[in-house]
């Protein structure tokens, strides 16, 4: 190296927060370092030159890639999508002076998560790809806010509930108590496993009744697991469904007052509707 040369002591991290609220680190360093008080361990298995040289408003469509050379990176945890939606943040960090500010490169979450012979590809979705929303809403008969967010206003966890689930008979669970509320308040709702080997997974609710709940998604390990041994005594949390209609919204909730939408709109067959004078 000559005089002029500057040895550069860089590094690439990621910070990951997984849907199931798990926070990892990993860096590109051959040893585990902690920056911004996060602990990252050492994953040479990623691919940071791909996401870098990629990187850029053109497209948000990236791809992160590596090997499963982690006890964080498991191929079940992929399988079952503890990484689909992880918020990820991507930056360059100086490995001599950890004090020192990191450099952003990326901020965003993850898409699709696949896997094949020992290794994953996720597709990283930036900031840029938010350009791709509607700017201004639409109008619709039904409501447009997600059930519990500020323009709901309402507190989902009024209508969380607690319970065991005790089989599993095709894509219905079964309860070891009676559910609140009438029959099929929980469609369109949302579960959370609390305990079993799909901790920390949520799911949404197709339907249910007084003692069982449909899904859209079992977990496998959920589903090994109800072969192997009965009851299963697994905890889960649920919360009721919105089905975005008015009625609903009303009746069940009383918050009509905060629907996000024009039930009694004209659409556009209101022409249809009546026969033209002759």
């Given at each position: 190296m000559s005089a002029h040369e500057t040895l550069k002591t860089l590094a690439y991290g990621w910070h990951i927060i997984r849907s199931d609220g798990v926070t990892l680190g990993f860096t590109s360093h051959d040893q585990a370092q902690s920056v911004g008080g996060i602990l990252l361990t050492a994953q040479p298995g990623l691919a940071p030159t791909k996401i870098v040289s990629s990187l850029g408003t053109q497209s948000d469509g990236l791809d992160i890639s590596g090997a499963l050379t982690d006890d964080a990176l498991?191929?079940?945890?992929?399988?079952?999508?503890?990484?689909?939606?992880a918020r990820t943040h991507i930056f360059l960090y100086d490995w001599m002076d950890l004090d020192a500010d990191i450099v952003t490169l990326a901020r965003?979450?993850?898409?699709?998560?696949r896997q094949s012979e020992g290794a994953f590809t996720a597709e990283f979705l930036g900031l840029t790809a938010q350009l791709d929303h509607e700017v201004a809403p639409v109008t619709s008969p039904h409501c447009r806010a997600r059930f519990g967010d500020?323009?709901?206003?309402?507190?989902?966890?009024?209508?969380?509930?607690e319970v065991r689930v005790m089989r599993i008979e095709d894509d219905r669970l079964f309860v070891d108590e009676n559910l609140p509320g009438r029959v099929?308040?929980?469609?369109?709702g949302e579960l959370r496993w609390l305990s079993g080997p799909a901790t920390g997974i949520s799911t949404f609710i197709l339907d249910s009744d007084m003692r069982s709940l449909s899904l859209i998604d079992i977990p496998q390990n959920i589903t090994?697991?109800?072969v192997q041994r009965q009851p299963l005594n697994l905890r889960i949390e649920i919360i009721m469904g919105c089905d975005k209609n008015i009625k609903t919204c009303s009746e069940r909730f009383q918050n009509s007052v905060n629907f996000r939408g024009e039930p009694y709109l004209p659409g556009n067959d209101l022409l249809t509707r009546y026969p033209g004078l002759n």
């Open positions: 498991r191929e079940e945890d992929l399988h079952i999508g503890r990484w689909n939606g965003g979450e993850l898409g699709e998560v500020y323009q709901c206003k309402l507190n989902r966890q009024r209508f969380s509930y099929g308040d929980f469609a369109f090994s697991l109800s």
